[in-house]
Structure formats: C-alpha cells, structure tokens
C-alpha cells in the first residue's frame, strides 16, 4: 500500500466515482461518469459540513434514493457533540466495518515489532456504546465505536491470542455506563496478574477509570471477598455472564486491594495493581495531551501508545512506531482507506476567501514540514469533505505521508479581533502550569471561556488541580502569576489588544474543587454525548455550563500586569 500511495489513491478515487456515478449529487455537478483526478478537481467544490446538511436532513427524513452513495446508507455516525457545539449526523455505509476492521486488524502486528509476549496475557480495555437513537426517517444514529462494538464483526470476532480482553462482551455492551465500567475493572481486579496492557480509546476515558476506582474500590473489594456480584448490577445477562467469572471468594486479594486503595498515595497505582502491565493503549495527541503528566502519575511512567489515528468521517492510518514519545507521535495514512487531498495551511497567513482557496495537493506531494488542512472524498459518497483537522508532515513511510495531528480547525476563544486556538491555549497552560512544580502540583483538566459580559472582555480560564502535597499547594501569588505566565504565551495580536489598546481585561483563572469535570462529563452524558467519544471542550460557551463551572469555583486569581508587548513589531 505505501510503496505506491499514489497508484493506490488513482485507484480508490476512481472506484469511489465509478460506484457513484449515478447518484445525485455527483450529477448535480454534472461530473458525467468521469473518473479521473482532473475532472473531478475541476468539477466538484470542497465542502463543509454545512454545505451538506440538507442533503443528510433528506435522508434522516427518509429519503432512501441515491443521493450521496450508490450503496444504501446503513446508519448515521455521530461526531462527538463535544469538539464544536451541535453533534453532526455522518451517513455510512455497511462495508465500512470491513475498512475499519482491517485498520483494526493491522494494530497488534505493529505492536508485536515492538513489545514481545503480547499473546501471553490479556488486555485491560475501558470499552462502552452508548443507547443509540433513531432519525425521524429510521435510521440508527449512533458513534462510531458503539456501531463497531455492536456489529458482527466485533461480537463474533475470531479467538486471537494478541487481543484477548479482561472484559466481556455483555460488559462492553452494556448500555449503563456505571454498570458496565463497574464490571469492567471487577474483571480487571478478577485478572490482574494476566494484565499485559491498560488502555481506553482516549487518555480521558482511563483517566475516568482510575477516578472509577478510587470512588468505588470498597465495593469492588466487597464483592472479590465475598465471591458475589454487587445488587446495583442489574443488567440480566451481565449478571448471568459475571456468575460464571466470580466462582468463588477471594479473600487475599480483596485485602490487597484495600491496602492499595485506601492510602492518600495513588502514584502508579496501574503498575501496583496490574504488575506486568507493559504499556497504556490511549490517544494522548492533540487535545489528549495534556493529560500525559497525570496519565504519568498513576502509570508509574509506563509507556504511552497512541496507535491509530480515526475519526467518525473514516479511519485514516496508523502510528508505525507505536511506542514513541507522544510528542513525536506520527501516523502514516493508508491511502486504501479513502481519497486524501490536502488544503496547504499557512498558521499566520490571513484567512483564505471562501472563492479562491489555493490549490488542493495529493496525498504523494505534500510537503515535509508544511502544515495542511484534510480533505477526504469517501466510499460512503462524501465528497472533498473539510475534516477540520490541521495535519504536519513529519516524514514519509515509503512513498505514503507521515502526519503529526496539530489541532482541529476551530478558534477557542476570541473577545475582539484576537482568534485563540487550542494549540495555543494548551501550549500557554503548559507554560504557566510549569509555575505549579515546585509546589508538587499538575493541572488536571482545563476549559476556558471569553467572559464578554465585563468591560473590556477578559479570558476565563477554569482549573482543576492535583495537589500532591495538600500541606502544601501553590499561593495565591503564584497561581496570579500563571494567569501573567499564560498571557505572556499568547500571540501578539492578543497582546497587542491587551496592552496598547486595552480592548482585553486581564486574564482570570478560576480553581475548580475536583471532580468539577468528571460532574461535567456526567452532565454531557446525560445531554447525548458518547462516553467514548467524550473530550472535555476547551471552550465552553453554554449559559449552563458556565454557571456549573463556577459553582464550583474555589478561588479567582488574576494577571497582576499586562504581558509583554513590542510596539515596534506592529
């Protein structure tokens, strides 16, 4: 596949036109049954989501004709509600499951080049589908992973020794969450010494487990000792599936759990429960990375694998070299999965008109070192699609691309001509929190909020802290410093507003008690959100939300001067 991406991409893009040559949207462009790259670029726009919309409102209705795909559209998958406001309806098709399980089916062979005995034990995997719902026209909606856990293909999937997990199936498949997160790390704990790997889809997920543990390891410890299933488990075949993994009490470890539970000291406690655990299987790139110091903290410093790189649109490639540092993070594209073209993205050039964006370029020629925006065309029928994400080039795997993923494409925060994206709101907290070491203490989680309801408007940002050492945690002095610390990190058009035209009040950072965002993911929950797709928002702009936060405000803290600025550089 990567020896001759291109060749590949020629292949994929005219079987995807020739199979949908029929439909209505490729003749609403009058393409006329053309499968070459050039007609196809000069014909067909590039897209967004919006763009789209309603067409896939007329087949959530229940239009059943031909509109964006030749093959009847199976389901809708739903994007996590939680990256950019309202959650997007992608239709899919059912051979779908058959790409994706091949990307599936290509993750353990990698590994296996780097950790040896994978096949000797089992996987701790926090795996959970959420109740899906149905269009008005009856079709599924539902994430990705549910619609994967619940097909075929995972439940009847082939015994192999390299993906044995600790969970079963009707745990996995439970539609509680509690109930099955419960059943889960009870299998887990049941299975500790065969352990070889703990993972989750993304960083927060485990991060949720550990949490999971530390509010309910009496019960679980209970239950171990007494050789019987905890009453709130309800669920018929999870109990009945549960009977025949818990045959009898055991009593020794219950009491070690207790022991490694009930202390203040929870650092590596993965490593102290599940001993011959070699790595934890998470995404920590883009908005996961900066749950790499905790993840750190309870992993006893286990190395981190980021392995795939997917999203609700398609799955696109895999990291090759699974056990690098997060920060190198590289996936190489598999150009049989769908048609890629790349929108080059300059991050201080002016925004590109609508009307004359510059010249898309093929998956072969982009460029080491450049930046460009992803644009895919779909077996599904999506057609030179806007993903949002923003992809470097890294390097090349034979002749296939390597991509570092930089950020989705969306500004954070912005109070007048000022556009804050994640990148940079992640890159100024890691700058500030450095302020936080010397007092043993790492920023949990994060999200933000451009209060324009003061005069000037100001950025919020919201905190939630570990303090390790509670005798003693950062001043207030210092935490005023992080909030000068993370205007300091900022570009200079905030600055610029911030200080010669004071259009920008100074910048506020609200400690929130812990737990605030586990509550906060609850809340998401109950609202529609995936448990597996959940990512905390970086922004938040909700009247609810932002009212929630700040209940739960311990202490405000604010720049205590304005950041440094050079008027020479205007």
């Known amino acids: 596949m990567t020896r001759k991406a291109d060749a590949v991409q020629e292949r994929v893009l005219g079987e995807i036109l020739l199979r949908n040559a029929k439909t209505e949207y490729l003749r609403r462009f009058q393409l006329n049954g053309a499968t070459d790259r050039d007609t196809f670029k000069s014909k067909i726009p590039v897209v967004s989501y919006e763009d789209l919309l309603p067409d896939i409102q007329r087949i959530a209705n229940g239009d059943r004709s031909s509109i964006f795909s030749a093959h009847p559209i199976s389901e809708f998958l739903t994007s996590s509600a939680t990256s950019a406001g309202e959650s997007k309806l992608m239709p899919t098709i059912h051979e779908e499951l058959d790409r994706r399980q091949l990307l599936y089916s290509l993750l353990m062979p990698v590994m296996n080049l780097y950790v040896s005995g994978l096949d000797k034990g089992k996987g701790l995997y926090f795996l959970f589908v959420k109740a899906e719902t149905k269009t008005p026209g009856g079709l599924l909606a539902r994430p990705v992973l549910t619609s994967y856990y619940k097909s075929e293909h995972f439940k009847t999937r082939p015994y192999d020794p390299y993906n044995v997990y600790t969970s079963p199936n009707e745990a996995i498949l439970c539609a509680d969450s509690f109930q099955s997160m419960y059943t889960q790390m009870l299998c887990g704990l049941l299975m500790r010494e065969e352990v070889l790997r703990v993972g989750a889809v993304f960083a927060s997920g485990l991060l949720r487990a550990i949490r999971f543990l530390q509010l309910h390891w009496q019960q679980l410890a209970h ?279 004071n259009s920008i009040g100074p910048l506020e950072i609200r400690v929130v008690k812990n737990g605030t965002f586990e509550e906060l993911m609850d809340y998401a929950i109950s609202r529609g959100a995936s448990i597996n797709q959940y990512k905390v928002p970086r922004c938040v702009n909700s009247s609810p939300i932002v009212e929630f936060l700040d209940s739960r405000v311990t202490s405000k803290h604010f720049s205590p001067a304005p950041p440094q600025w050079n008027s020479e550089r205007r």
């Open 223 to 501: 239950d171990i000792s007494a050789g019987a299933l905890n009453p709130k488990i309800t669920d018929p075949a999870l109990r009945d599936c549960m009977s025949k993994i818990i045959v009898k009490p055991n009593p020794e470890l219950s009491k070690f759990i207790t022991q490694e539970c009930s202390g203040e000291n929870w650092e590596g406690i993965i490593t102290r429960i599940w001993p011959n655990t070699k790595y934890l299987d998470v995404i920590v790139t883009g908005a996961m990375a900066q749950y790499i110091p905790t993840l750190e903290y309870y992993g006893g410093g286990l190395p981190l694998s980021c392995t795939m790189y997917a999203s609700s649109e398609c799955y696109f490639g895999l990291n090759l070299k699974p056990m690098s540092n997060p920060s190198e993070v590289s996936y190489t594209i598999m150009p049989n999965m769908c048609y890629c073209e790349f929108l080059p993205h300059e991050p201080d050039a002016p925004a590109v008109s609508r009307d004359s964006p510059p010249p898309l370029v093929d998956l072969a020629d982009v460029e080491v070192g450049k930046q460009y925006e992803l644009i895919i065309t779909t077996y599904a029928g999506l057609c030179r699609y806007r993903v949002g994400d923003i992809l470097q080039v890294t390097d090349f795997y034979n002749s296939a691309p390597q991509f570092r993923f930089i950020r989705r494409k969306n500004v954070l925060l912005s109070i007048d001509s000022d556009k804050t994206d994640e990148a940079e709101l992640q890159k100024a907290g890691d700058n500030a929190s450095a302020l936080l070491q010397e007092f043993n203490t790492s920023v949990v989680e994060y999200t933000s909020y451009a209060d324009a309801k003061s005069i000037p408007g100001h950025y919020v940002i919201y905190w939630e802290l570990l303090v390790k050492e509670p005798a003693n945690p950062p001043t207030h002095e210092v935490l005023n410093l992080c909030c000068l610390a993370m205007e300091e990190s900022l570009n200079s058009v905030y600055r610029q507003i911030r200080v010669a035209d």
